[in-house]
C-alpha cells in the first residue's frame, strides 16, 4: 500500500502512548483474551463497552494526550490514513464531522468506560472516537492469523470509521433500538451482524476512494486488497470459535462470518459506493 508521501495532520490524533494504562487484567494474549477478542475485533459492540470495562479492570482517570501528527511510522501510518479516510467521507457524505482517533498503550478512559487492548480496536459513540493500541497490528498476526501488511492494518482503521458513519447518519441508533425489540438473543445478534458487516463494507468504499481523493497519494497496490481479505476471512466468527476451541455456533455470532465478511469487504471495493453496503435487507 501507498501512503508515504500522503497528507498528515487531518486524522485527528491524540496521542496517549506512555502515559500509562492504569489497572489491566492479565499479561498477555492467552486463550481466554483470545477468545474476547473473538468477539470484539474490529468493532466492539457499544452497548457492552461500559460491562467489559468493569469486567477487565477499573475505569481511570480522564486522560489527555499529545494532539497532532506523531513522529514514529505507526502513529504517523494512523494518521495519513485516517486523514484519506476523513477525506473520502467529505465527498461521500453530506456534514460528514471526523472523528477523534486515539492511539495508546494497553488501556485508557474513554467515553464508554475503560478501554484496553485485549478489547482490539473499537470505537465509542459516546465522545466519538477510534481508539487503537498500536501494539495490536502484531497481535493481529500472531494470534489471530490475519495479514500484517500495511493495507491489512488500514483495514482495521477504515472499518472502525465505519462505525462512525453509521453513528451519524443514525444507523447504529436504530440497530440498538431493534435489538431491544428483539425477539431473543439470536435475533439481536443478527442486527450486530449486519452492522458490523456494513462497517467492513464501508471500508471496502473507502479503499476504492482512496487514491481518487488523494491524487494517488495514498493508494492500494497489487495485492493488497488480497491482504485485506486474508484478514477479513481471519477475523470471521466461524474461524475464531474455531480458534477459540469452541464449536461453531451461528447464533451466537456478533461480526458474521469469514465468508460474509470477506464478501461486504469485497462489496464496497467493487462498487466505492455506500449505497452498495445495505446489509439489513435480511436482518
Not at 495508546?104 to 477510534?130: H, I, K, L, N, W
Amino acid at each position: 500500500m501507498r501512503w508515504q508521501g500522503g497528507r498528515t495532520g487531518g486524522g485527528g490524533i491524540e496521542d496517549r502512548r506512555g502515559l500509562g494504562g492504569g489497572a489491566l487484567a492479565g499479561g498477555g494474549l492467552g486463550v481466554g483474551v483470545l477468545a474476547v477478542i473473538g468477539y470484539l475485533v474490529f468493532g466492539i459492540d457499544p452497548s457492552t463497552t461500559t460491562q467489559l470495562a468493569s469486567r477487565f479492570g477499573g475505569v481511570g482517570a480522564e486522560q489527555q494526550g499529545q494532539a497532532g501528527t506523531p513522529e514514529d511510522q505507526a502513529g504517523r501510518f494512523v494518521d495519513v490514513v485516517g486523514g484519506n479516510i476523513n477525506d473520502v467521507w467529505a465527498q461521500k457524505l453530506n456534514g460528514y464531522d471526523p472523528p477523534r482517533v486515539v492511539i495508546y498503550e494497553q488501556g485508557t478512559s474513554t467515553g464508554c468506560g475503560y478501554g484496553q487492548s485485549a478489547m482490539g480496536p473499537f470505537y465509542c459513540p459516546t465522545d466519538r472516537t477510534v481508539y487503537l493500541d498500536l501494539g495490536f497490528w502484531q497481535e493481529m498476526e500472531t494470534q489471530l492469523g490475519a495479514s500484517g501488511a500495511d493495507f491489512a492494518r488500514a483495514y482495521v482503521i477504515a472499518h472502525e470509521f465505519g462505525h462512525h458513519v453509521q453513528t451519524l447518519t443514525g444507523t447504529s441508533d436504530q440497530v440498538r433500538q431493534a435489538q431491544q425489540r428483539a425477539r431473543g438473543e439470536a435475533e439481536a445478534n443478527r442486527y450486530s451482524v449486519a452492522l458490523e458487516l456494513q462497517a467492513d463494507c464501508y471500508a471496502g468504499v473507502w479503499a476504492r476512494n482512496a487514491a481518487a481523493v488523494s491524487n494517488g497519494e495514498v493508494a492500494l497496490e497489487p495485492g493488497d486488497i488480497e491482504e485485506g481479505m486474508k484478514t477479513a476471512q481471519a477475523i470471521g466468527d466461524d474461524t475464531l470459535q474455531r480458534r477459540a476451541g469452541g464449536r461453531v455456533s451461528p447464533e451466537s455470532f456478533t461480526h458474521g462470518s469469514s465468508a460474509q465478511r470477506v464478501e461486504w469487504l469485497q462489496r464496497g471495493y467493487q462498487s466505492g459506493d455506500p449505497a452498495a453496503c445495505d446489509t439489513f435487507s435480511g436482518a
